[in-house]
């Protein structure tokens, strides 16, 4: 590598051995430049040979110069001597010789000359490296043959040799150029004396070659050459070279020729004219070689010149550079001759005379800079001048020129006094205004000249401009302002003061104050009275008028005695109620507008400051409760008066202790530890005194014991007043869970954390059951359960067989592992008798015995189940095995069932039911409807057992109803009662929390014995957002609904009856804060911004305190603009106001009036166009938001589209058998939040197929007599029978805790423990008077021969109802995004699944959503009056619109089977064809059993009708359908109870569309008119849903009209998801 640096960067070459190294595969070069400009250059030399040894060189060269730098590289390997190349040496200049050695290693390199070991003389050098230097290299010695010997070995040397030339350089010998004038001849030879020819000589002049020419002429020879010059003259003037080379070097000799020329003149003196005072230049200008000298020399007068002296040079006379004489400032002495000479020693010298006269311009000579005149008396102002006549002098006041013809308060007066001339201007009388520059001017012909003169009128001063900067109760401090002196030093000044109602005569006086003083304080006032003010200025003149009469008004003083009768009253823990009355009248110096109180704890370690609140005054006599005290502590108040003018002294403290309250933190160190079995000790400390908030009563220790299938044990409790209790008679081998906590009178206190003990084994108790049954002829099969309490970890069970009759006095004792519940006794005797029992042993020895039970081997094995029945519990979603093992010969076959009603269904093996090999029936994620009675059935040739098992699924618990009890300032106390346990016992609460417009939610871990909880530390006025949800074995349970509630307090307000401005000047402005009222949330900030008005900058104040603020810095007489903000944790309020500061004098200003003018048009413009601007510009935005929320909605429902489509496989479900029994319970609907489907016909209902089954519901089958009123009825049908064999309509096993797709409401039925998740539906018309019908109901598809392959599809309907327990606390929200979508997209699958005719098109056309939550959904009542007034609407309920496009015509006959379920009559062949969902309770209740129902062919049904419009106000009742029973006609009169009307299964397909006299029952009288008739009567009345028009449902024909239209067209529905 080799790195060079130059500038400009240069370039690198490489040398081997003074050869270029060639580029080639194993030669590589590459350059490049760093950022400090270092160039580096790498040669990279690939698998080096021999020959690549040597010594490299890099040679770094630019355009200024180079560089370079060698070294020698070894390469191992035979040495030899490269090929030398013959050396030319200069002689005089040292030369080196290198020996170019390739190979190593090698022993020595040695030179030598004439076989003479060098080196020989001081003159040459040999390196280490082999390199021979000659120094000073001498022709006739050095020139010769040099040998380079390398020894390679010890006796072995190799050489090489090289011929050395010296070369002479040549010697030019001196010359010089002669002194040379103009005209001369040159003749200079250049002569070489020494040098190796041939030599080669050429001539330079200043660099550049000389030709022959010109008058230069150039003779050279072989070892000389001349120059001639014919005639010299200046260009010849320079520098000359002589330049002599060979082959040795290149030498010069450089010599300068010098032209001489004599002086001579470029311009000549002439005579001048100098003016007075201005400078001037006399010419002269010389030249010649070498350049002349000039000196300027001078003689007085204007005579013949008798003797020149030379001309002094000062600052005023210079020589400029071309000769001239500059005279800065002419003088009457400079006038004379002058002489310009010139003088360069070549020839005689030169000169030329010249004379100057001097004029004198016009020149004041005499004038007063500065004079005083008094005012009223008469001045006269002189001038004298002098200079070149005539003279003018002109008077002049400022800038103006004064003519006394024009004013005869002035005259001037001029007369001459010899060279002089003398002006006078009189001021008759001097005036104010005559304080000011006079000047003269005096003009002639050669300029003019200017006197200024200062005049000074005196007079007495003006009067003082007097302002006041601050008054206070009892002072106030004045400043002034002295505007105009009178010309003379204020001596002092004197203030006058006096009550408003007095004259001047009882003024009092501060006289002689120093004039060094703008400001005095005024004491010893009066508060609240009203004084005048005026003020006079001295000075030697005189004493001024009195200033401009000021009036002032003093304020208000603070309270100058403390509330009086001061009393406290403990409220609570946390609480002190004040009691006070208002100071004395006399000593409250204004009105009291409020009080502070000042409260401190008093405890050791507190730091005695006190804490401030403050309230308004509100009469003679004050209550204030102090609150967020700490408990059980003493405190310190004191209380204080305030009013505009400040606080007063506070009253005497008084001391009052915080009542008692529970203990806030557990005892300490708790520890429990295990004695026995059945005893163990728990130990505690006390908590911190601190935190005891009140005496300690003593301690309760609460446990309770944790079971292996995770339940929990029923809590105990012990109170004691120790610090130890010993805990008996716990269950052995047993997990508990201990708490420890302390309590004082006011209750119990905060619980230790959970610590958990397990007492110790012993031995267990007996198995809990024993069988026997017999296997074969010489074997039975015994079988056990374990011990119900096992006291410890079984190791093992003993098996004891005895045989009473045998005579062997001691049983035999087998053994089998813990895991082993059965065991096979062999080799036994055929008809002999024998005992058997079980023993369980522990680590603790061998426990109890079981029953004894007898058996005797038999011949013949009856079918026995050696398995046990029972109760099995176990968590949802988990497998679980019911064990049927069973013995008998031949092999027993089993027979799974459930009891289901008064039948047994057989057990099916599916994806969720397995039969193993030995009849354990295991099921697969058990749910809620796997729960109940399984019956397991062995038979053989002998006979049969029998053992039913209960299985009770245990599932998350319900949600609790969350309510809101209390609300405070910054705590929210809610209440709530729990749901359903889901089978196991609740563990705890967790209840979580968050700001209103916030979604960062806090946890709060509540225990499971508590049903109230009190938030605390909230914000002040702030809304919240609480949700609940309950815990137990299986796990979380769904969120309650989301309760919203507001802690007291509201944003600051102004209180317009306090006075904003307590004092305005020309540049301050006090304002007084307490009219801000806090809204009971401390205000934590107060911004001001004030600015002038017609300003657009606003300037900021923020302040924290709420009594006076300053501004300052203002302008006087200006009006302002004042906007306020006050600010706590509940808002922000707002006041703005305007004000104007005083003028100088004190007075105010008029307000501001619009100017009237040419800029009305301007005004009136821009008025008009600013609202339509904003206006403009208010309508895009408005768009551009709707079209983004359209988009973001539309991106929703795509989303909630794509779930739905996955959903869809999920509603075709096989089940066993039809439901057998009526479905039982009270009456629900469906409760689904924010979600409902309304299906909209608008072709009508086309019948498709010869479906029986059903026929399509019109108007006239749906008419009743009811009151005009605009609401919808319906019967809401449950069907909790449905679970086990139907499957429910949205399968809650797939949704996840707390999703809440729908609301569950607890409905018990005779058969079902806990049927949570059962199906509901409900059946909903609208009444006459409203032009919307709603029909939601459910349609299956009969399907395989096997059972009824049902595929559901909800249409959901939302009540809305009004929370009993609610107030504006409680609103509802929405739980998660998440079950909104969910909600969403089941309801558009359902509607996309009812909607499968013929392949029809199906897309979104239409949506709005809105994330806003409706109220909550509940059951309906019987009630007209009351549903409907606890009804509310939707605040803002989403729309979505879909359409169904015509099918195609291949396609028309795939739809021949869809029919529409309808209300049927009660006839029991009809009711067998009747969907599942229309058998309602009334069917069931029928006495008549004599026809069963037939068997039903599998079919494919699916639904045809269409739900309604929803009701204008989304309101929907319920109607019980067991109140009567299906196809009574109804009642005369309007009721409450809307029956369900039935109607026959017609026989033709021309009758569905209308009943038959003969089987329908005619309406009433006051029944509705037919449906065509209504049709026309009916006015449409469209409600407006979601904000859209479009979202709103047409008006539907009778169903007559309907009928009529069967052939008008394709099938055609749209569909409104709200």
């Not at 009473?804 to 065991?823: C, K």
């Not at 413009?1165 to 904003?1174: D, H, M, R, S």
Request: hydrophobic share 30%; aromatic share 6%; charged share 20%.
């Amino acid at each position: 590598m080799c790195a060079a640096k130059g500038a400009p960067p240069p370039t690198v070459t490489w040398a081997l051995d003074d050869e270029p190294i060639p580029r080639d595969s194993g030669h590589r070069t590459n350059q490049y430049t760093m950022s400090d400009g270092t160039t580096v250059s790498h040669m990279n030399v690939t698998s080096p040979q021999i020959k690549d040894g040597g010594v490299y060189r890099c040679t770094a060269r630019n355009s200024v110069g180079s560089a370079e730098y060698q070294a020698r590289i070894n390469v191992r390997g035979p040495p030899s001597i490269r090929a030398m190349k013959n050396i030319t040496a200069v002689a005089g200049r040292d030369t080196f010789i290198n020996c170019r050695v390739i190979g190593y290693p090698y022993y020595s390199i040695k030179w030598y000359k004439d076989s003479l070991l060098l080196p020989d003389n001081h003159r040459q050098v040999v390196f280490e490296n082999g390199t021979l230097k000659l120094m000073d290299v001498q022709k006739g010695m050095d020139e010769g043959e040099y040998l380079c010997s390398v020894l390679i070995q010890p006796q072995l040397s190799i050489s090489q040799s090289v011929h050395v030339t010296v070369k002479v350089p040549p010697l030019i010998q001196p010359f010089e150029f002669p002194p040379a004038s103009i005209g001369q001849l040159l003749y200079i030879p250049c002569v070489v004396s020494s040098g190796d020819m041939p030599i080669h000589i050429t001539w330079r002049k200043d660099g550049h070659v000389i030709l022959s020419g010109s008058g230069v002429t150039i003779e050279s020879k072989e070892f000389m050459s001349s120059l001639q010059i014919s005639s010299v003259s200046l260009k010849h003037n320079g520098n000359y070279t002589c330049i002599a080379s060979n082959d040795a070097a290149t030498v010069s000799r450089e010599r300068q020729l010098i032209v001489r020329v004599p002086p001579r003149f470029v311009v000549q003196p002439n005579n001048q004219d100098g003016i007075y005072g201005k400078a001037g230049v006399l010419n002269c200008s010389v030249d010649g070689y070498p350049p002349p000298k000039v000196m300027w020399k001078h003689a007085k007068g204007s005579g013949n010149p008798q003797q020149y002296h030379p001309i002094p040079l000062t600052g005023r006379i210079q020589i400029l550079p071309n000769s001239s004489l500059l005279i800065r400032h002419v003088l009457e002495e400079d006038i004379g001759y002058y002489l310009c000479q010139a003088s360069n020693g070549v020839g005689t010298d030169i000169s030329k005379s010249m004379f100057l006269t001097v004029k004198i311009p016009a020149m004041i000579t005499s004038h007063p800079n500065t004079t005083i005149a008094i005012k009223g008396q008469t001045k006269e102002l002189n001038c004298t001048a002098r200079g070149e006549r005539p003279i003018i002098i002109r008077w002049e006041k400022g800038d103006t020129v004064i003519d006394p013809d024009r004013n005869m308060r002035y005259a001037i007066t001029t007369k001459d006094n010899g060279d002089e001339v003398i002006s006078t201007l009189k001021l008759k009388p001097a005036d104010r205004g005559d304080s000011v520059f006079f000047s003269c001017h005096a003009i002639n012909s050669y300029g003019e000249d200017r006197g200024l003169i200062q005049l000074t009128v005196q007079e007495p001063p003006d009067p003082p401009e007097l302002e006041i900067r601050e008054v206070k109760a009892r002072s106030m401090n004045l400043r002034w302002t002295q505007r105009f002196d009178g010309n003379s030093i204020i001596t002092g000044f004197d203030i006058e003061y006096k009550n408003k109602s007095d004259s001047w005569d009882f003024k009092q006086s501060t006289r002689n104050i120093s004039p060094t003083i703008n400001q005095a304080n005024i004491v010893d006032l009066h508060p609240a009275s009203v004084y005048s003010i005026r003020m006079y200025s001295f000075n030697k003149i005189g004493r001024s008028e009195p200033s401009k009469e000021l009036t002032i008004s003093t304020e208000e003083a603070a309270p100058d005695g403390p509330p009086m009768d001061v009393t406290l009253q403990p409220m609570t823990s946390q609480s002190i109620q004040v009691t006070w009355k208002a100071p004395k009248k006399e000593l409250q110096n204004g009105v009291i507008r409020g009080y502070q109180i000042g409260y401190r704890e008093n405890s050791p370690g507190s730091n005695g400051q006190y804490s401030i609140v403050e309230m308004k005054a509100t009469g003679d006599s004050e209550v204030y409760t102090l609150d967020n005290l700490k408990k059980f502590a003493q405190y310190g108040v004191v209380v204080q008066a305030f009013n505009r003018a400040g606080t007063g002294p506070s009253s005497s403290e008084i001391n009052a202790t915080t009542l008692e309250d529970v203990p806030s933190q557990p005892p300490e160190n708790v520890r429990a530890i295990s004695i026995t079995s059945d005893v163990a000790v728990i130990s505690w400390s006390e908590p911190p005194r601190s935190t005891l908030n009140g005496v300690l009563k003593g301690y309760r220790v609460i446990f309770w014991s944790l079971y292996m299938d995770g339940e929990w044990g029923e809590m105990q409790n012990i109170t004691t007043t120790r610090e130890r209790v010993e805990l008996r008679g716990m269950e052995k081998f047993t997990n508990y869970s201990v708490q420890v906590l302390a309590y004082t009178q006011a209750g119990d206190g905060v619980r230790s954390s959970v610590l958990y003990i397990q007492t110790k084994e012993d031995i267990p108790g007996p198995p809990a059951g024993i069988k026997a049954v017999p296997s074969s002829a010489s074997s039975v099969v015994v079988s056990w359960l374990p011990p119900a309490k096992p006291n410890g970890i079984i190791r093992k069970y003993t098996i004891f067989c005895s045989s009473p009759g045998s005579g062997q006095p001691a049983p035999s004792e087998y053994e089998t592992s813990p895991d082993q519940l059965f065991y096979r006794i062999a080799h036994l005797n055929r008809g002999q008798q024998y005992m058997l029992w079980v023993a369980a042993v522990t680590s603790a020895g061998r426990g109890n015995i079981s029953e004894k039970v007898t058996i005797e081997p038999a011949g013949k094995a009856p079918a026995k189940i050696i398995s046990f029945g029972g109760t099995v519990t176990t968590p949802w979603m988990k497998d679980v095995r019911l064990p049927c093992n069973s013995v008998g010969e031949p092999v027993p076959a089993i027979k799974w069932t459930k009891d289901s009603e008064d039948s047994a269904i057989p057990v099916t093996v599916d994806g969720h039911r397995l039969i193993q090999a030995n009849g354990t029936l295991v099921l697969r994620s058990v749910k809620a409807e796997d729960s109940g009675y399984y019956t397991c059935t062995a038979t053989n040739t002998w006979g049969f057992d029998t053992i039913i098992i209960n299985l009770l699924v245990q599932v998350p618990p319900d949600q609790p109803r969350l309510t809101v009890s209390k609300t405070s300032a910054s705590s929210i106390t809610l209440a709530w009662i729990p749901g359903d346990n889901g089978g196991s016992s609740i563990r705890g609460f967790v209840l979580q929390y968050s700001v209103d417009n916030s979604e960062e939610w806090k946890d709060v871990f509540i225990s499971s014995s508590e049903r109230s909880f009190k938030l605390e530390s909230l914000k002040c006025g702030t809304w919240y957002k609480v949700k609940l949800a309950a815990k137990n074995s299986v796990g979380a349970g769904r969120i309650s609904e989301i309760i919203e509630a507001k802690t007291h307090g509201r944003e600051p307000s102004f209180s317009k009856d306090q006075h904003l401005f307590t004092h305005i000047n020309s540049t301050h402005a006090r304002l007084n804060l307490q009219g801000w009222s806090s809204g009971g949330c401390p205000i934590t900030a107060i911004v001001l911004e004030y600015r002038p008005k017609g300003n657009w900058v606003w300037q900021s104040l923020r302040t924290n305190s709420s009594s006076e603020v300053f501004l300052m810095e203002l302008r006087e007489a200006t009006w302002y603009e004042l906007r306020m903000k006050a600010c706590n944790s509940a808002g922000c309020g707002n006041e703005t106001t305007q004000f104007a500061t005083l003028d100088y004098d004190g007075s105010t200003i008029p307000p501001i009036k619009s100017a009237q003018g040419e800029g009305d048009d301007v005004k009136k413009l821009f008025t008009i166009a600013c609202p339509v601007i904003l206006a403009t510009l208010g309508v895009a935005l408005l768009f551009i938001i709707r079209k983004k929320r359209k988009e973001k909605r539309l991106k929703r429902l795509r989303d909630a589209k794509s779930l739905a489509e996955m959903l869809i496989s999920k509603n075709n479900r096989s089940f066993d058998t039809p439901v057998k029994g009526p479905p039982q319970g009270p009456r629900l609907h469906i409760d689904i939040p924010r979600v409902q489907l309304l299906i909209e016909d608008k072709e009508g209902i086309k019948q498709l197929g010869d479906d029986k089954a059903t026929i399509p519901v019109t108007d006239t089958e749906f008419s009743q007599a009811v009151n005009p009123q605009s609401f919808c009825t319906g019967v809401s049908l449950h069907h909790p029978a449905l679970i086990q064999n139907t499957g429910p309509l949205i399968d809650m096993s797939d949704i996840r805790p707390g999703t809440n797709p729908v609301s569950r409401k607890s409905v018990k039925s005779a058969h079902s423990t806990r049927n949570r998740y059962s199906s509901q539906w409900t059946l909903t018309k609208c009444q006459a008077s409203t032009p919307a019908r709603t029909l939601t109901s459910d349609w299956r598809t009969v399907g395989s021969q096997h059972g009824i392959t049902v595929t559901e599809s909800d249409s959901y309907s939302a009540s809305l109802s009004q929370d009993t327990d609610k107030g504006r606390n409680s609103m509802v929200s929405t739980e998660s995004a998440s079950s909104t979508y969910e909600e969403l997209a089941r309801a558009y699958e359902h509607a996309k699944l009812e909607e499968q005719l013929q392949h029809a098109k199906f897309e979104i056309t239409e949506c709005f959503i809105s994330d806003s939550s409706s109220d909550q959904m509940t059951t309906g009542t019987t009630d007209n009056a009351d549903s409907m007034t606890s009804m509310s609407t939707p605040s803002e309920p989403g729309i979505c619109r879909f359409t169904a496009s015509p099918p195609k015509p291949q396609d028309s006959e795939r739809g021949k089977s869809v029919a529409v379920p309808i209300p049927h009559r009660a006839s029991k062949s009809d009711y067998c064809n009747l969907p599942l969902y229309v058998k309602s309770e009334a069917f069931f209740r029928k006495p008549d059993t004599h026809e069963p129902c037939p068997v039903v062919p599998p079919r494919e049904a699916s639904i045809r009708n269409l739900a309604r419009a929803y009701h204008a106000q989304a309101r929907h009742m319920t109607l019980d359908p067991g109140s009567k029973p299906l196809g009574l006609p109804p009642p005369a009169s309007a009721t409450t109870t809307l029956p369900q009307r039935t109607l026959p299964m017609p026989s033709t397909t021309s009758t569905a569309a209308a009943p038959t006299a003969s089987t329908a029952p005619a309406p009433p009288a006051t029944a509705e008119p037919p449906a065509a008739a209504a049709a026309e009567a009916r006015v449409p009345t469209h409600s407006k849903v979601g904000g859209s028009r479009d979202s709103l449902l047409e008006m539907s024909t009778s169903g007559v009209g309907r009928s009529q239209k069967q052939g008008a067209g394709a099938y055609s529905k749209s569909y409104t998801l709200v």
